[in-house]
């Protein structure tokens, strides 16, 4: 049997669910986070590269000075070959190339140097030989040279 139906339930219909919401196109304010975390990403991205770019013959120089053995003829020339070469690496063969004697050393000087680094480079044609002592100890003044006060810039030129 069926149950009479009132004449108002007759014309409802069942119930009906809304449409389901997507997650796509997601709203505007994510899209300007999703772009700015894009940019950020990219410039630290940059900033790191510019950097190990500007590091590079830093890397280089105390890769070259781990060559250089204590019982190299010539130690001394060819130190300070080697910090010249990496000081034209950051300031160009027109500033650095020139420098030669009391100008070298005075340039040396203000860009952090040790006073014995400069005396023992000093020396390096005179007759007498070094003791193993200088060797080591030019050896590592360079190594504390290339390690602290490179990379130069160019507003550290007072020359």
Not at 7 to 13: D, E, F, G, H, W
Not at 27 to 35: E, N, Q, R, S
Not at 50 to 78: F, G
Not at 134 to 159: D, F, G, I, Y
């Amino acid at each position: 049997m069926s149950a009479p139906t009132h004449p108002a339930l007759a014309n409802l219909q069942d119930i009906q669910l809304p449409e389901q919401i997507h997650q796509w196109p997601i709203a505007p304010g994510y899209w300007l986070a999703l772009m700015a975390i894009i940019v950020i990403v990219l410039l630290i991205i940059r900033a790191w590269k510019r950097r190990q770019s500007k590091l590079a013959a830093k890397r280089s120089a105390i890769e070259a000075l781990a060559l250089i053995s204590i019982d190299t003829p010539n130690l001394a020339i060819e130190i300070n070959s080697l910090i010249k070469r990496a000081a034209m690496s950051y300031l160009g063969r027109d500033t650095i190339a020139k420098l030669e004697g009391q100008a070298w050393q005075e340039w040396l000087l203000q860009h952090q140097a040790s006073q014995q680094l400069v005396t023992l480079l000093q020396r390096r044609y005179q007759a007498e030989a070094y003791t193993r002592e200088q060797k080591q100890q030019l050896l590592s003044e360079t190594q504390r040279w290339l390690s602290q006060a490179l990379p130069l810039t160019m507003e550290a030129n007072h020359v």
